[in-house]
């Protein structure tokens, strides 16, 4: 009998209309698009308006993208994992939220939280419970309204983020598919150079918190660079010696979308040409959470099943990994 692997099955993604270009930017902070671009190689990211609008509105639209495209029936999905930095309130899980309005009624459901690397977490969480046999369907989301938590004054930051979520379904295999390996790591160093300073239990809102912006995100940007471009260089190329994989047979790098040079840098430790990079950082930005299922919506028409695939992340904590797994099925062209 084959050994039961965890592989994606279905995809889909959802990000909002309004488009914040960085000519837009130039109008709101001390800053341009040459600035920018060489910067990060963000031309443009989504942002999510409406009042009453947050991190769930744009998982329930990404995870009925992927149900209507896959005609999935949502009682049959066992569990929703949502993977996000900027849940819709504290305490109450925004996983059971998005799981009933969907029709996800025999699910459970929980959020997961560890900033940009949540939703390759996810994939190591998912997987585990589709191995062990435990369930058949696990629906994982990752979205984050980032601009919740940013400072429009503050060009370190409120030009690298947007808004966005995309889903995947992961379903047990018998081929070989799905899930060969992962390398998850982190360290509790990064908290200090990525971080939103209040609003946890170490210092609660109040008045002095919100007139300081304590609530919005800080990231020391020279620090978080270093570290990112060493860490997701290094697991990357781990995770393809371990696997004796040789850069002609990995068909696609999946990177974490937080700045061009970091992904470059990563690729190139890989020996990876550029046509074999998925990037879309110029469109949506860093989503967070939502970067890594936003490139697999993006790119599903080109992925053939038996692709090798690695995914890397690095994320605030500081967290990071990366994770081979081989695609599934290939796409039906219309």
Known sequence: MSKTTAAITAVGAYVPDFVLTNQLLETMVDTNDEWITTRTGIKERRILKGEGKGTSFMAIKAAQDLISKSQLDPLEIDMVIVATATPDLPVAATAAYVASEIGA???????????????????????????????????????????????????????????????????????????????????????????????????????????????????DGKTVFKFAVSNMADVAEKIMNRNHLTKDEVQWLVPHQANKRIIDATAHRMGLEEEKVMINIQKYGNTTSATLPLLLNDYEHLLKKGDNLVFAAFGGGFTWGAIYLKWAYDTNKN
């Open 105 to 219: 009624l025999n699910a459970f459901a929980y959020d997961l939280q560890a900033a940009c690397s949540s939703f390759l977490y996810g994939m190591s969480t998912a997987s585990s419970y589709i191995e062990a046999g435990r369930y058949k369907k696990v629906l994982l989301i990752g979205a984050d309204k980032m601009s919740s938590i940013l400072d429009y004054t503050d060009r370190a930051t409120c030009i690298i983020f947007g808004d966005g979520a995309g889903a995947v379904l992961f379903e047990p295999n018998n081929e070989g598919l799905g899930l060969q390996d992962e390398y998850l790591r982190s360290d509790g160093i990064g908290r200090e150079f990525l971080k939103i300073e209040a609003g946890g239990s170490i210092l609660p809102p109040s008045e002095d918190t919100i007139k300081n912006k304590k609530h919005f995100v800080f990231q």
